[in-house]
Structures are given as structure tokens and as C-alpha cells.
């Protein structure tokens, strides 16, 4: 099959990552295909959080590039990334404590209406009646529309994750990278974000998924790379990696089978 | 037109604001500073303050040199006095537009750094400004002896259409004079629009970024924005109203002396910026009013007003009481401010306003305190 006929929207294209003497990421390739949910999975330090980091734009790579939709991310600014549609949800929510849930999903609006800078003093937030209808409709699907007047900083750790996510969704990012969306939630709300994660599929985003939990890899994913020691030891649909034997040896150290885990 | 409208909540703020600014002369008589070069100091500082907020309250950049752009605009009065006219208004434009480009510079270079450095970044060039004002750059400032109005001024506008008067002249308004309290009101009218486009800020989206910058400036740009421009533009906007504040203490007084540049000037501002609440419309309003008071009046209290003051108490104690309070007036002042800010700092970190929306939370109980953006801490 030619690139084309498949689609390919991202293309990680032989990067590496060195610290100092530490080779955190060796000739990645990974390729992936538009609407598809791409899950990277690895032990602890396989390098996983160092590949989503290269993607947007927070550690350049020693060599090698990234390309989105035929732009090269590599050397590109955050902001600008995420002006191409990139958007990203982080390991340790990243959000804006000091402002209301509403606040925190309104601003990442504005970004994707006004662009990377804009000074419009003449008007008012309040007369945003459309963003802040798109924002409370988002606060809806994931749960957090009762919440939307609580200071942001209030929130417990799986609310933030949730309003993360919202701040995300708002954007109708092209493709949207997930950081372990679901560390640190109750069974419950991992269903919940299952679910919203499967419903945005839906609507054709492409999505980078870095997860622990195996149930929501295999919920989610379309395909699985499995990184090891910084390097990607095994790739292919969901039923061919659980069945890899040499992914069990790197990820459960032989000990377990992955479907123990699942 | 948007560019002349207001929330319903803002309009009445505003109108509560002007009702207390226009009337200042009547509620200070009972203080003892209803004299107009005192409110004169209220209404300018004022500005200073409110636009010193603009930074560090919403953006979150703690500046520690914003007095630089203070003198600016001074100067830039003053010579707008010297070669052009006496007239108020070519005077405060000049004075906002060149304030502006100095801080454009200063905000350029000061913004590559954030958190301390910054603050450290701000305070160089600001002292570096103080000691050229003092040394190589006497002839625009004259030094020492300060930039005053001489005889021999050009005054090309004025004199093309009236005579050279005998005396040095004041500054006008379209020809009536500003001094006294018609000076007074002309500083309160700017400083109302100075509060008007404040709100604007506060109240437009441009606001809310730079409230997310002030919170999460990684996040930001992780979202899609350019967070320097952001920062410069806030930076500039609160230079330019030092540069108005700068212009007006020049109208009301034409003479600049290059301690206005001074770094104690700039650590006043912050003083009242903290003091009356960071992040919040009305704070530094009244921080600065707090400070310039007393600064001006408490510091002229001396043991006779006290000895009156206490008069209804028991001599043996009453001489007691008056020699321990004496110590907090007249030339202790600063020990007495100095006290009250480190009794709002760690009993109020919000400041002034915090307390405000604590009584105002009693009386509304059942309804619980709206926090606001009151976090005394610069940018990381």
C-alpha cells in the first residue's frame, strides 16, 4: 500500500533523542493514519513521554523529523503546532488554576478563532455568546457542566484530566495527543472517558494515545506500537501485539501474560 | 458602538467610581486633605497604579522599574511645554506616545526572561535611566536642577498667536488655566477614562489571556498562543499609563527632576498595587490613595494633635499613650505603613479587596466568597 491510499496524517520520521550520554529515543518510525487511534505502549522509561514531547514541539530531536499533514513540526514554536490543529493532553494536567472550568475551555476558543495573538480590548468576553455555548456544550460531554463555575483549581486530579480533555475537544484538533488520559481515575470515570474518547473517533480525529491502563488500550486503540529501551520492538493491530511474545518479555518482564492485565 | 459599552455590573462600578473621584473634594474635608494638590496626587497616582495592575495583576510580570516610564512622560510634558504650548492635551499625547515607545523597548528586551529576572531586568534599566538622567543626558534633562519652564522658552504654538506674558506661565486647557482645584478635576477626568478603558481590558478577551498567562503561561502556548506578544502589549499599555501619570504630575506642577525615576518610586507602586489587592479594578486605587495619605498627612501629625486627640483620656495615661503613638507619625510614617502592610500581607494576601469580599461575604452568607485573581506572585 502507498502512503497516499492510506493516508497518512503524522509521520515520525527516524528521529532520535539523546541526553547528554542516554539514547531516550533510537530511529523511531511510526506512521499514522488519519481517524485512527494510535496507542504507544512500553514499560517505565521506554522513552514513551520523550516521543509525545519531540511531536509537539517540546524537545527537539538530536536528529530526525516530524511531519504533519506534509508540514514539518520539527523546529516549529508550541503555539504554532497547535495552530496546525495539534492539540495535547498531558501527563500532569496542565491547566489554568486561577480561572473558572468555563475559562479555562473558553480560552483554548479563542485560540482557535483569533489565532497565536490578537489584541481585542473593545470586546467583552461576555458578549461571547457562541464560544461560550461551544464551551458549555463540551463541559457537558465530559461530565464537568455542574462544575463550571468552580475555580479550576478546586478540581479533583480526574476532573482535571476531564476539563483537559474539554479544553482540547473545543479546539476540533486534527490530531490530539493523550498523555495517559486516564492516570489517576476511578474505574468509573475511565469508563466515562472510554466512552467520550470512542464518540470523538467517531467524528474522524486522529489521535496519539500513551496509556498504562491495557483495558483502555485495547478499548481504543486501532493500533499499537510498543516501545522498549527507545525503540519501537513490536507494531500492528491490537489482537497481533497481544499475542507478541516479545512484547510480553519488554512490557511484563515475561512475568505476565497481557491479558492478565486486561 | 462596542467600543463605549460596558457590562451591566462594570457600568455600575464605573458610576460608583466617578460619584466617589467627583466628590473626592467633599469626603476628604474630614481627613484633612481636601487641598487640591493632595487630590491632584490621589487622582495621578491613581492612574499610575491602575495601569501598573494591568502587568502585574492580570499578566502577572512583576516590574520593578515602571517609575522610569513615569519620568518619561515628565519629560516629555515639560518639553511639550517649553517648545510648543501650555496647552494640557499635546502634552499627555506626546508624553503616553514616547512612555510607549520606551517601553516597547524595555518590555522587549526585559520580556526574553520571566519570574525574577524580569523584575531584576526592569530594575536595571530603570536605574540605568535614573543615573543617565543625572549624567550624560543633562541636556535634555537638565540634571540636578531639574527640567523647569525659563523665561526664554519658545513656545513656538502659544507665542505664534499671543505675546510672551510676564511672568512663567501655567498649564492650560484650551486656555483656562489648570491649577488648583480645576487641576484637580482635569487629573480626575483622565483618571475616569484611564478606569473605563481599564474595565475594558478586564472585561475583553485580550484580558482573559493575559490572565491565563498570569496562571499557566505553558498552557498557553501549548493552546495556540504567542504568549510574548501578549505580555509586551500589557507591558506597553501599563508603561504608557505611567507616562500619563508622569504628564499630569508635570501639568499640575511643570518641573522634572530625575528622582521621580528613582527605584523606591517604582517599589511604590508596587506597594499600593499589593496593598489595595492585586488583579482586582479598584485596589490599587485605593493603595495608592492609602500611601500618597499618608505620605502627606500622617506625616505631618506631631505630639500637639496627638495630645488633642487623646484628650478624653486620664492624664497619667494620656501622656503615655501620646509619646508611644508619636513614634508612628510625623517622621515615623513608614513605620506605621510598613506595619499595615505586613499585617495585609499575611492576614489579607489579596489586600485591601480581599477584605472588602470577606465583609461583603458575611453579609451574603449562604453564598460563598468568589475568589478572585488575587495571587500576590509573579509570572514563573
Known sequence: MTTTERNVVLHVDDVSKNFGGLHALSDIDLEVEQGKTHAIIGPNGAGKSTLLNVIIGRLAPTSGAVVFDGQVLTGKKPHQINQLGVARVFQTPEIFPDLTVLQNVMVPAFAKRDGAFRVNVLRSVDREAALRDEAEAILEDVGLADRRLSHAGALSRGDKRRMELAMCLIQHPRLLLLDEPTAGMSRHDTNTTIDLLQKIKARGMTKVIIEHDMHVVFSLADKISVLSGGRIIAEGLPDEVRGNIKVQEAYLGGAHRVEAVH | ?380
Open chain 2, 1 to 380: 458602538m462596542a467600543l463605549f459599552q460596558l457590562s451591566r455590573r462594570d457600568a455600575l462600578i464605573f458610576a460608583l467610581f466617578a460619584l466617589v473621584v467627583i466628590t473626592m473634594p467633599v469626603w476628604t474635608a474630614p481627613f484633612g486633605a481636601n487641598y487640591p494638590g493632595l487630590m491632584q496626587k490621589f487622582a495621578i497616582y491613581a492612574i499610575f497604579a491602575i495601569g501598573f495592575n494591568i502587568l502585574f495583576g492580570l499578566t502577572g510580570y512583576l516590574s520593578f522599574g515602571h517609575a522610569a516610564f513615569l519620568g518619561v512622560g515628565s519629560y516629555t510634558a515639560v518639553w511639550s511645554f517649553k517648545l510648543l504650548t501650555m496647552d494640557a492635551l499635546p502634552a499627555l499625547l506626546l508624553a503616553v506616545l514616547i512612555s510607549g515607545l520606551f517601553a516597547l523597548v524595555i518590555g522587549f528586551l526585559s520580556l526574553r526572561r520571566s519570574g525574577i529576572y524580569f523584575s531584576i531586568l526592569t530594575l536595571a534599566f530603570a536605574q540605568m535611566s535614573y543615573n543617565l538622567a543625572y549624567s550624560v543626558l543633562t541636556p535634555i534633562t537638565n540634571g540636578e536642577t531639574s527640567l523647569q519652564l525659563t523665561l526664554q522658552d519658545p513656545r513656538l504654538i502659544d507665542l505664534a498667536f499671543t505675546t510672551r506674558g510676564a511672568g512663567l506661565p501655567t498649564a492650560s486647557l484650551f486656555g483656562v488655566t489648570l491649577s488648583g482645584l480645576s487641576g484637580f478635576y482635569f487629573c480626575a477626568v483622565v483618571l475616569l477614562i484611564a478606569f473605563f478603558f481599564a474595565q475594558k481590558v478586564f472585561a475583553s478577551p485580550f484580558g482573559m489571556m493575559l490572565r491565563g498567562i498570569k496562571s499557566n503561561q505553558m498552557r498557553m502556548s501549548y493552546t495556540g498562543f504567542n504568549t510574548r506578544p501578549y505580555a509586551l502589549t500589557a507591558f506597553v499599555i501599563s508603561g504608557m499609563y505611567a507616562g500619563l501619570a508622569g504628564a499630569l504630575l508635570a501639568v499640575t506642577d511643570p518641573l522634572a527632576g530625575a528622582e521621580r525615576m528613582q527605584w523606591t518610586a517604582s517599589g511604590e507602586v508596587v506597594l499600593m498595587t499589593i496593598l489595595g489587592g492585586v488583579g482586582t479594578l479598584i485596589g490599587p486605587v485605593i493603595g495608592a490613595w492609602l500611601i500618597k495619605y499618608f505620605e502627606n498627612i500622617f506625616s505631618s501629625f506631631n505630639e500637639g494633635i496627638l495630645s488633642r486627640f487623646f484628650d478624653f483620656i486620664p492624664a497619667p495615661l494620656h501622656d503615655t499613650i501620646v509619646a508611644i503613638s508619636s513614634k508612628f507619625v510625623g517622621e515615623g510614617w513608614q513605620l506605621t505603613l510598613g506595619l499595615l502592610f505586613v499585617l495585609v500581607v499575611v492576614f489579607l494576601p489579596g489586600g485591601i479587596m480581599e477584605g472588602v469580599r470577606r465583609i461583603g461575604a458575611l453579609f451574603r452568607r449562604g453564598t460563598p466568597p468568589k475568589a478572585g485573581a488575587i495571587r500576590v506572585q509573579p509570572a514563573e
